[in-house]
């Protein structure tokens, strides 16, 4: 398989057979992906709703919520454009897996929220450059390659938030307690195919 540079945030990169799965039913991840897309950014909103008066949280998370909508319709219009329909799909165990490790406390809720919105960003930019590099289509490789600077971008960004709020060696002891988590929540391959299967 071939690997991509490492990505500090996590513990484990992608197994192979992620890939293998993926690739061997890329209308499923496709419309996982704009499931995906959507969620975030119905996550960035939620967070500007919850902590209205964090002026440089609301300007960050603005822009995110506004690019994944943007990636929303464009992953709608590959699907549209393959034929495939819109339709619900289950939610594999990792999010929810990921969101039970939110303290209910301030500020405590506040940095695992963006910092466990940081981890799902850096896994999703990992595993859409892996669709890029395998992808048998090469238009729709093309466009997952096109994604990976935002979904960069974004992880970046709820770190820096998560510094600018919480003083950064409790940030980082923290991070890298969710990256085991997050770790171990794919460590076997969820039965059916998705992004964070």
């Known amino acids: 398989?071939?690997?991509?540079?490492?990505?500090?945030?996590?513990?484990?990169?992608?197994?192979?057979?992620?890939?293998?799965?993926?690739?061997?039913?890329?209308?499923?991840?496709?419309?996982?992906?704009?499931?995906?897309?959507?969620?975030?950014?119905?996550?960035?909103?939620?967070?500007?709703?919850?902590?209205?008066?964090?002026q440089v949280l609301v300007r960050k998370l603005t822009a995110?919520?506004?690019?994944e909508l943007e990636h929303f319709e464009q992953v709608n219009q590959w699907l549209e454009r393959l034929h495939i329909p819109l339709a619900p799909l289950s939610a594999p165990p990792y999010a929810a897996g990921l969101k039970a490790q939110i303290r209910p406390s301030e500020p405590e809720r506040m940095l695992d929220s963006l910092l466990i919105s940081a981890l799902i960003e850096a896994r999703s930019h990992e595993r859409l450059g892996l669709l890029a590099n395998h992808l048998p289509h090469p238009e729709l490789a093309k466009f997952y390659r096109s994604l990976m600077a935002s979904e960069a971008r974004h992880y970046g960004i709820y770190w820096i938030l998560a510094t600018t709020y919480c003083d950064r060696e409790i940030v980082q002891s923290r991070l890298e307690s969710l990256a085991q988590v997050e770790s171990d929540l794919l460590s076997n391959l969820h039965p059916e195919p998705r992004i964070h299967s």
């Open 1 to 54: 398989m071939e690997e991509l540079p490492k990505i500090k945030f996590l513990q484990q990169p992608t197994s192979e057979a992620w890939v293998e799965q993926a690739i061997a039913n890329i209308p499923t991840i496709l419309l996982d992906h704009s499931h995906c897309e959507r969620k975030a950014a119905g996550v960035a909103l939620n967070l500007m709703f919850r902590y209205p008066s964090s």
């Open 64 to 67: 995110i919520a506004r690019e």
